[in-house]
């Protein structure tokens, strides 16, 4: 018979208040706590580590920090997350290299089911997030359960994702629609800027 974190992870109805699965949100949570009480950078770190599946190089995040059992969190390279990110990692989390979070951005893999008779049983459900390489969200943005942005998108401040974001987009509002394509045209413009600093 499946465990309740197997259904949890998986996407099916599921029990929060199982044993195994209180135990893993109390290690998160004393974790996160240390993390957000600590001004120690490689202390932080290596709690970070401790906490999340993986923890790519050169990433970095700034306290308050907040999750749900970290352990299904996947961060890559040179990532960093301003102030007051929370991540419900019910399900998956995958962030790819490179990725760049403003303030108080929201990632939401938890749900519940429609029918209220359900839902007050306390079975609940969760589906995954992939936030793609070089992929910005501007501050206060949220993402719902089940969404993949793709590479190289941009989201603007305050915006709700909803549905799939595809790559190469600047995409922004409640729910986040596409606004424009990013061009080559505004890629030449930063090669310049870059070029102009030397970077």
Known sequence: MRSEKERMISGELYLPGDSEL???????????????????????????????????EGSHIR???SVDYGENIVIGKRFFANYDLIMLDVAPITIGNDVMFSPRVSLLTPTHPIDAVVRNTGLEYA????????????????????????????????????????????????PARVLREITDHDRQIWEEERSKHGI
Do not use: C, M
């Not at 974790?31 to 580590?49: A, H, P, V």
């Open 22 to 56: 209180r135990a893993r949100a109390k290690f998160a949570h004393e974790k996160t706590y240390k993390f957000n009480e600590t001004l120690d950078k490689q202390k932080g770190e290596k709690i970070l580590r401790e906490l999340f599946s993986e923890f790519g």
């Open 127 to 174: 589906l995954p997030i992939i936030i793609g390489d070089n992929v910005w969200l501007g501050g206060g943005v949220t993402v719902n359960p089940g969404i993949s942005i793709g590479d190289n998108t941009i989201v603007g401040s305050g915006s709700v994702v909803t549905h799939d974001l595809p790559g190469n987009v600047i995409a922004v509002g409640n």
């Open 63 to 65: 306290p308050r920090l």
